[in-house]
């Protein structure tokens, strides 16, 4: 399922690239085969947990690459017109509102 956005637009539609994080994404999805895998094959479930442990971790590192880059990019971008300014920080707010757990 893709997430909604409140804004489709980054600064003037020009979305950053993320395209840095394909590798780690790709590792990532590696790392979740070989959790696959180890259920299968019945492994002892320590070992399962500190894998989804590292997962999750990646994933985190991923997540703060790309808010960093948005905040970096398109934030700072939109500071530079008030009504754009103020929808970012909305938008920030629902977004930590909603994931702050």
Excluded: W
């Excluded at 590798?23 to 989804?52: F, H, T, V």
């Excluded at 971008?77 to 009504?83: D, L, R, T, W, Y």
């Amino acid at each position: 399922m893709k997430p909604q956005s409140t804004s489709h637009s980054c600064g003037h539609n020009d979305n950053p690239s993320h395209m840095e994080n394909m590798p780690r994404l790709n590792r990532i999805a590696g790392q979740i085969e070989g959790i696959k895998k180890m259920i299968e094959d019945g492994r002892y479930c320590p070992e399962i947990i500190s894998q989804l442990r590292a997962v999750r971790s990646a994933v985190k590192a991923v997540e703060s690459n790309i808010l960093q880059k948005h905040l970096q990019h398109c934030v700072a971008q939109s500071f530079s017109c008030e009504e754009d300014k103020d929808k970012k920080i909305a938008e920030l707010k629902m977004l930590f509102d909603r994931f702050d757990n």
